[in-house]
Nanobody
């Protein structure tokens, strides 16, 4: 059974950095598309970033230049490096992995990121 486990959230001051990780287990399949989403209280979940196994990336405008998404398929782990964090980045962050030759998007459990002084 495929499982996706996130880690790396926490409390950070404005201007600080965090790296979120998301590890896929229970499969030998390659991560073909890595995605990160976030959800603020009272708001809908929004797309943050994605990266394909061929290297194509996409970012929401508000994080462009501050966040970097990456995939390490040797470890079946996806990362979201977040720099210059702002209070408006506070949210629960979710990763999602699409595996090669599979249609299902496998979701992590979510990790809280709080940016506050």
């Amino acid at each position: 059974q495929v499982q996706v486990v996130e880690s790396g959230g926490g409390l950070v001051q404005p201007g600080g950095s965090l790296r979120l990780s998301c590890t896929v287990s229970g499969t030998d399949s390659t991560v073909s598309i890595a995605q990160w989403y976030r959800q603020c209280p009272g708001k809908q979940r929004e797309f943050v970033a994605s990266k394909t196994m061929t290297g194509l990336t996409d970012y929401i405008d508000s994080v462009q230049g501050r966040f970097t998404i990456s995939i390490d398929n040797s470890k079946k782990t996806m990362y979201l490096q977040m720099n210059d964090l702002k209070p408006e980045d506070t949210a629960v962050y979710y990763c999602a992995a699409k595996l090669l030759f599979r249609e299902t998007n496998y979701w992590g459990q979510g990790t809280q990121v709080t940016v506050s002084s």
